[in-house]
């Protein structure tokens, strides 16, 4: 079976992450699978045995979702614009997939939708259509408008087999955060969380004991380091270690750096995960990857939820959280170095929590629904 997977990030790198780990369950399954990427490369995540195709990217201007910058910084015009589609469009002639999914579109990236449906488009008028699937994880930033989830719920109805929701669904349903009609709730296939397995411990025990910061692969975790660079200060007994993220993390530690704090500056290491498992306590916002590593880890952590722009979907998820030993939420107009202090030391109090409890299984599981719905082909 052939499967081609069209993501594009435009913030941070989860959604890109997310597409990979569905790469490589369909890759281990004997399947041909291809993720082609539209946002700037991550060179933090791990790619090594992925057939990636990299789009002309792009990025948002900060939160603005609607102002798309290209590679040069310049605001995406039409030509640049039309090179992606075509490029994406091109990807799918040459591979001829049995199994299309799109990630988060309809349900997101509207600011993209002339290249989603010349994609779905170009599908539905294959010699032989392939299954065609969306992927969204556990919580959607709600819709602004009504309307909005009409227009998507159009756009299933017209070009979709089925939509692979990434969650738990005794944890979380997709009413939690987005409005499900029953044409929608037809479509809708519960996959478990999408997470890589579990990483396990740290050959080196690297981050023992440690604070461990970190912020994905955007500029906004910005005020979440400052404060962290703060909060270091008033604990110097609890080593501190920031893990920054991004292209330009050189230029931005070296920023950082004059703060004078005793945290320890580094750029986001591929070993992070295993680094949770010895970790005193995490700090970080609260992502769909994010969450997984630490539900998985069983690492005391403190959120503070990206809400920015009107932004929810962090906010959501970690209010889902807050009951669980061990979580902490700090909302970022109350995040300060001593209310961030005060959050660590809560953690590193409470009882300890139980690593897993949860489905993880989610990229297995979309495999096994994808070759169901393509009939078994080869």
Same mark, same amino acid.
């Given at each position: 079976m052939k499967v081609l997977i069209a993501v594009t990030h435009l913030l941070g790198t989860g959604h890109l992450a997310r597409a990979l780990t569905l790469a490589r369950?369909?890759?281990?399954?004997?399947?041909?699978?291809?993720?082609?990427s539209g946002?700037?490369?991550?060179?933090?995540?791990?790619?090594?045995?992925?057939?990636?195709?990299?789009?002309?990217?792009?990025?948002?201007?900060? +939160?603005?979702?609607?102002?798309?910058?290209?590679e040069d910084g310049s605001l995406a015009d039409e030509a640049y614009l039309s090179r992606r589609e075509n490029a994406l469009c091109s990807a799918l002639h040459a591979m001829q997939p049995d199994v299309l999914i799109t990630e988060l579109y309809p349900f997101g990236r509207r600011s993209l939708r002339k290249e989603f449906l010349a994609l779905l488009d170009a599908a539905h008028a294959?010699?032989?259509?392939?299954?065609?699937?969306?992927?969204?994880?556990?919580?959607?930033?709600?819709?602004?408008?009504? %309307?909005?989830? +009409?227009?998507?719920?159009?756009?299933?109805?017209?070009?979709?087999?089925?939509?692979? +929701?990434?969650s738990d669904p005794a944890a979380t349903k997709l009413e939690a955060s987005w409005p499900v009609s029953r044409m929608l709730a037809a479509t809708l296939r519960y996959t478990g969380y999408v997470a890589p397995p579990a990483a396990g411990l740290h050959p080196e025990k690297a981050g023992s004991g440690e604070v461990l910061v970190s912020a994905g692969g955007g500029s906004v975790g910005t005020p979440l380091y400052q404060a962290a660079l703060k909060a270091a200060k008033l604990m110097p007994d609890t080593p501190w270690r920031l893990l920054v993220g991004g292209s330009d993390a050189g230029r931005r530690i070296a920023e950082f750096a004059k703060a004078g704090s005793p945290a320890l500056l580094q750029p986001a290491r591929k070993d992070f995960r295993q680094m949770?498992?010895?970790?005193?306590?995490?700090?970080?916002?609260?992502?769909?990857?994010t969450a997984l590593d630490l539900l998985q880890?069983?690492?005391?952590?403190?959120?503070?939820?990206?809400?920015?722009?009107?932004?929810? %979907?962090?906010?959501?998820? @970690?209010a889902s959280l807050a009951p669980l030993n061990g979580v902490?939420?700090?909302?970022? @107009? %109350?995040?300060?170095?001593?209310?961030?202090?005060?959050?660590?030391?809560a953690v590193l109090h409470a009882p300890p929590r139980v690593a897993g409890g949860f489905r993880f299984d989610g990229a297995a599981r979309s495999v096994k629904i994808a070759a169901e719905l393509a009939g078994g082909r080869e």
């Open positions: 369950a369909f890759s281990a399954a004997g399947h041909q699978v291809q993720v082609a946002g700037f490369p991550a060179p933090q995540l791990n790619i090594d045995g992925i057939d990636l195709v990299q789009l002309p990217p792009l990025r948002s201007d900060g +939160v603005n979702f609607t102002r798309l910058l290209a294959m010699p032989r259509r392939p299954v065609i699937l969306s992927s969204i994880r556990d919580i959607l930033a709600p819709p602004s408008k009504p %309307e909005k989830a +009409v227009k998507a719920d159009a756009v299933i109805a017209r070009f979709y087999d089925a939509v692979l +929701v990434h949770l498992s010895h970790a005193a306590a995490s700090v970080s916002m609260c992502g769909y990857n880890a069983g690492t005391p952590a403190v959120l503070i939820p990206f809400d920015a722009g009107n932004e929810a %979907e962090q906010g959501l998820r @970690a902490q939420v700090l909302k970022t @107009a %109350e995040l300060s170095a001593e209310t961030l202090c005060a959050a660590v030391k």
